[in-house]
Each structure stands twice: as C-alpha cells, then as structure tokens.
C-alpha cells in the first residue's frame, strides 16, 4: 500500500527532504480513514502502528513523534530521542530522526537553512504561534537553530532560512473569538489585517497569514506552501485532509522534515 503525501516544492538543498502525509493510504477505519497517525484519538491502536510503519517505510529515518500540548517549548531530537516527549516544535543536526509535527487543522512549519546543516519543524495553532508577549513557537526555535554552529562555519542568519508551511484551517473557516485576535495585535499591530469581522464578536483568522507575518518579523523572508488559498484548508477538502474542527473526531496528518544521509 502507498500512502499518499505532498511534496514542498521549495529550494531546500539536496540534504534536506521533507513531506507531508495526506489522510489517504493507510489502514484506518472510519471515522480515522485511513492514514491516521495519531494515536491519542481513539483510533485503533493496531492499525495507528501500522499507518506509522507504512510511514517510515517510505523515509530513511525515524518520525519522531511529539506529545504536542499548544505551547513554545523546543527540543533537539537525536537517534535516541523516544515518541511522546512534550514539545510543539524540535530541530535536528542529525542523519536518522525526522521532525514530525502532527496535525489536523493546526499548521506545520517546516524549517531549514541554505547549507542544509540543520532541519526543524514546528506546531502552529494560534496559542503556541501567538505565545506570551509577542514570543511564540516560532521564536523560540527559531531562537535555537540560529545559535547553532558547524565546525568552521558561523551560525545561520535569518536570511539563510527557508520555511514551508502545510496545510492548516483556511481564513474562510477559522472562525475564532475577540481573544484571539487580541493576543496577535498586542505585539503586532499589523497581524489586524489577517482577521476579517464575521459578526456578533467573531472573527475569521488567516493562520497561514499570521504565520508568514511572525516569520516575516524574524527576518525569514523565504515562505513557501501554504499561501491561505483554499487548496491548502484543512476543513473544506474533506477528501484529503482530517479536519478536527470539521469532523470532532478525526486523524491526525504529519508534517516530517530530515537531513539525508550522504548528502554531504
């Protein structure tokens, strides 16, 4: 059985693959059908291990699977890193783990630089992308892989950056409340433009949107994927995505970025 993924089409060097699972190819029942894997959901756990399995067959390394609790804390995966640790976004200068970020309406970011010498990937639903003080997921990371250094070379600059960023609840379906488009304006007057009034105190939120702002302001200019086009909603294609927000009882997708060995 081959599962069925998008490819980033995105200038990430030879060193670096990526993918992002759809919910087609897998072996779950409804309402999981069936490339669920998350399995914390109710799915049946047999069948979660056998979509996870059909998953790594197709990558030469390891998903490393997060307990994702919508917060901003990072963690460097290496070959001995287990499933289940409490993060919402990790990187790794290691050959055999991939950073997997699960999702069923949140958005995956995925992240590199130029040289290729470092991937990450990050959990951005609105409390973790927002964070406290204008300080979130994002900046968090991002706050760690531009610290690292190679031997002999210097650490990555904002600029060497490249993100993509999957598929997420699109602005015509995020109808969120006067809270959450307060905790992105405090900091960031600018992100008001990426809500649009739906009436008694609603609003429509473009998360890819505030995701490409946030990314902006730390100086990462090269976003590609997700342009909040209804191809990439989450809940309006029903046929490919697992929705939360849509179905309450869903699967979850994964968003998975490595470094490839003999690449270098």
Same mark, same amino acid.
Request: proline share 6%; aromatic share 6%.
């Given at each position: 059985?081959?599962?069925?993924?998008l490819?980033?089409?995105?200038?990430?060097?030879?060193?670096?693959?990526?993918?992002?699972?759809?919910?087609?190819?897998g072996?779950?029942?409804?309402?999981?059908?069936?490339?669920?894997?998350?399995?914390?959901?109710?799915?049946?756990?047999?069948?979660?291990?056998?979509?996870r399995?059909?998953?790594?067959q197709?990558?030469?390394a390891?998903?490393?699977?997060?307990?994702?609790?919508?917060?901003?804390d990072?963690?460097?995966?290496?070959?001995?890193?287990?499933?289940?640790?409490?993060?919402?976004?990790?990187?790794?200068?290691?050959?055999?783990?991939a950073?997997?970020?699960?999702?069923?309406?949140?958005?995956?970011v995925?992240?590199?630089?130029? @040289? *290729?010498t =470092?991937? !990450?990937?990050a959990?951005?639903?609105? +409390?973790?992308?927002? $964070?406290?003080? /204008?300080?979130?997921?994002?900046?968090?990371?991002?706050?760690?892989?531009?610290?690292?250094?190679?031997?002999?070379a210097?650490?990555?600059?904002?600029?060497?950056?490249?993100?993509?960023?999957?598929?997420?609840?699109?602005?015509?379906?995020?109808?969120?409340?006067?809270?959450?488009?307060?905790?992105?304006?405090?900091?960031?007057?600018?992100?008001?433009?990426?809500?649009?009034a739906k009436? @008694? *105190?609603? =609003?429509? !939120?473009d998360?890819?949107?505030?995701? +490409?702002?946030?990314? $902006?302001?730390? /100086?990462?200019?090269?976003?590609?994927?997700?342009?909040?086009?209804?191809?990439?909603?989450?809940?309006?294609?029903?046929?490919?995505?697992?929705?939360?927000?849509?179905?309450?009882?869903?699967?979850?997708?994964?968003?998975c970025?490595?470094?490839?060995?003999?690449?270098?």
């Amino acid at each position: 059985m081959s599962i069925d993924c998008l490819q980033p089409h995105w200038p990430a060097p030879a060193a670096v693959r990526a993918l992002c699972t759809t919910r087609a190819g897998g072996h779950s029942n409804a309402p999981y059908a069936s490339l669920n894997l998350g399995d914390h959901v109710g799915d049946d756990p047999q069948a979660v291990l056998a979509n996870r399995a059909a998953l790594r067959q197709v990558m030469p390394a390891r998903p490393v699977f997060l307990t994702q609790v919508h917060g901003v804390d990072v963690v460097e995966l290496t070959e001995q890193t287990p499933d289940g640790q409490r993060f919402d976004a990790c990187f790794a200068t290691q050959h055999g783990v991939a950073c997997t970020i699960m999702v069923a309406d949140c958005l995956p970011v995925l992240l590199t630089n130029r @040289q *290729g010498t =470092w991937v !990450a990937a990050a959990h951005a639903g609105w +409390r973790s992308l927002a $964070g406290q003080g /204008g300080a979130g997921v994002l900046e968090a990371l991002l706050q760690r892989v531009l610290a690292l250094q190679s031997p002999g070379a210097a650490a990555s600059k904002a600029s060497d950056v490249l993100a993509w960023l999957g598929p997420c609840i699109g602005p015509s379906a995020f109808e969120v409340g006067p809270e959450v488009k307060a905790a992105f304006c405090a900091d960031l007057p600018e992100a008001a433009n990426c809500f649009h009034a739906k009436g @008694q *105190g609603k =609003w429509l !939120a473009d998360l890819a949107g505030l995701t +490409r702002q946030r990314l $902006g302001r730390l /100086g990462v200019t090269e976003v590609y994927g997700n342009d909040s086009s209804s191809a990439w909603c989450t809940v309006g294609n029903p046929d490919r995505f697992f929705s939360h927000r849509r179905d309450r009882v869903s699967g979850r997708m994964a968003a998975c970025i490595w470094l490839e060995p003999n690449c270098e």
